[in-house]
């Protein structure tokens, strides 16, 4: 058990599809992030929310759409995705003290 | 900017081997330093950190050793074992609202 809990584990889409990734943490963390992680690249810092707010969007394609309705649960909106956008996707937490983050396990995503 | 830089993987090494995974950063001023494992399938999960100048990490038999001088923070261990094997990050972060900021990993496959 990590603290940070993702759903689903893995998860198949057609490119048409509109489908969400789920992140939920009760670590009392008060910053939550989306990261993608393809297959020999670095990982990629895609969004950013501190105290609920979006403080980073790294160019991230209007296709993924973040939405953090408290600061324990984050969720990523999917839709129309592209074949490219098969990666595993990573939440983390953190408190803003200079500690680690707490990462999920992933969402495992194949668009098809 | 602040970076951090890894050694290329993969590395491949025998049973009860010596690792060294060697992690340089470049910043300014003096940021707390991680080293992160993925382990096939899963998240990442902190291994082990230190906060200041000389401040030595240890967790699992892993050691990391926190060098102001040369701006590195090496990940060794004395004999690794086949349960060892997974990806390894190096990262840097520092305190209040900044995000991690992270290398791009090391492979290491233990063989028996």
């Known amino acids: 058990e990590t603290g940070v809990t993702q759903t689903p584990r893995h998860l198949v889409m057609g490119m048409t599809n509109k489908k969400s990734l789920k992140c939920e943490q009760h670590l009392g963390h008060n910053a939550m992030y989306w990261y993608k992680q393809s297959a020999k690249k670095p990982l990629e810092l895609m969004f950013v929310?501190?105290?609920?707010?979006?403080?980073e969007n790294n160019s991230v394609p209007s296709r993924f759409s973040p939405e953090c309705p408290n600061s324990s649960h984050l969720f990523l909106h999917l839709h129309t995705l592209q074949p490219e956008d098969s990666a595993l996707y990573l939440c983390?937490?953190?408190?803003?003290?200079?500690?680690?983050?707490?990462f999920g396990s992933g969402t495992r995503l194949t668009v098809v | 900017g602040d970076s951090v830089t890894q050694m290329e993987g993969p590395v491949t090494l025998s049973e009860e081997a010596f690792l060294t995974i060697n992690c340089t950063y470049t910043?300014?001023?003096?940021?707390?330093l991680f080293w992160y494992v993925q382990y096939p399938g899963e998240g990442l999960q902190l291994l082990l950190k230190a906060t200041k100048a000389d401040d030595k990490g240890s967790n699992k038999g892993f050691e990391a050793t926190y060098r102001k001088e040369t701006t590195s923070f090496h990940l060794e261990k004395g004999s690794v074992q086949v349960s060892d094997s997974a990806v390894y990050f190096c990262a840097l972060r520092f305190s209040g609202n900044t995000p991690l900021v992270f290398g791009k990993g090391t492979r290491l496959s233990v063989i028996a």
């Open positions: 929310y501190n105290f609920k707010e979006q403080t």
């Open positions: 983390a937490s953190s408190q803003d003290t200079g500690e680690g983050y707490t």
């Open positions: 910043a300014t001023g003096y940021p707390s």
